[in-house]
């Protein structure tokens, strides 16, 4: 009897547990239903860096056009303006929104990009903050660079085109690829408001963009319960 009463206070205790947790549990389509910006952004981070500066950059509409000239035949050639990156796709596993602590946690896996030099993927939670950035024209040594009509001796900004970098954000790897095994594993814990968003980026890749603070000011909104029963 002693035995049973035990388990039974055990079983009582787990079904509690179970029952006052704050984590709640995000579906894959609930995440790609707060997905946005989708084949607009890059990731532009220095390889140097690795992933301690997260920038963003949309190249769509760059207006610069640039002209190769051969120096021996002075012969014009154009250079393609069209800059076809690379797709990342995020494969999330599980995604637990704890809403006592305003955290988010996501584990996955990255697929996409480029695979080789066991190359990995950065992964961001973060407030974004819109910008712009300067595509600049620089002198150098090696060539003669000729900008409307003259020869360039100092650096002039030809163009602009929007960015966005973050702040207040919690970055981690994934692990490395390779040829045969392109899907990166990872998982990230991170405090939410509802600016927060998720970011998964690669040089010369489309970002995965996904505004993770929606879900958190979804859940704690009085009348979700309410919505739900429609």
């Not at 002209?67 to 995020?90: G, W």
């Not at 950035?133 to 602009?160: C, F, M, R, S």
């Amino acid at each position: 009897m002693k035995i049973f009463s035990i388990l039974f206070l055990v079983a009582i205790n787990n079904l509690s547990a179970q029952t006052n947790s704050s984590d709640i549990q995000i579906t894959s389509s609930e995440l790609f239903k707060v997905r946005v910006d989708r084949f607009l952004y890059e990731y532009s981070g220095s390889f140097f860096e690795d992933g301690k500066i997260p920038n963003f950059t949309s190249s769509r509409n760059l207006n610069l056009k640039t002209i190769l000239v051969n120096t021996e035949t002075k012969k014009e050639m154009d250079l393609p303006n069209e800059h076809v990156a690379d797709t990342l796709h995020l494969n999330p596993q599980l995604i637990l929104l704890n809403l006592e602590k305003k955290t988010i946690s996501i584990k996955g896996t990255v697929s996409g990009g480029w695979t080789g030099g066991k190359s990995d993927v950065h992964i961001y939670i973060g407030q974004r903050n819109d910008t712009i950035q300067h595509i600049k024209l620089v002198p150098t040594l090696e060539a003669n660079i000729i900008y409307n009509g003259k020869e360039l001796t100092e650096t002039v900004i030809v163009d602009t085109i929007p960015a966005f970098n973050l702040k207040n954000f919690i970055h981690v790897n994934s692990e490395n690829a390779y040829e045969d095994h392109p899907r990166r594993a990872f998982e990230i814990i991170a405090a939410i408001d509802k600016t927060s968003i998720l970011a998964i980026g690669q040089n010369d890749c489309f970002a995965e963009i996904f505004e993770i603070g929606k879900l958190l000011e979804y859940y704690i909104l009085p009348e979700k319960g309410k919505k739900k029963k429609k």
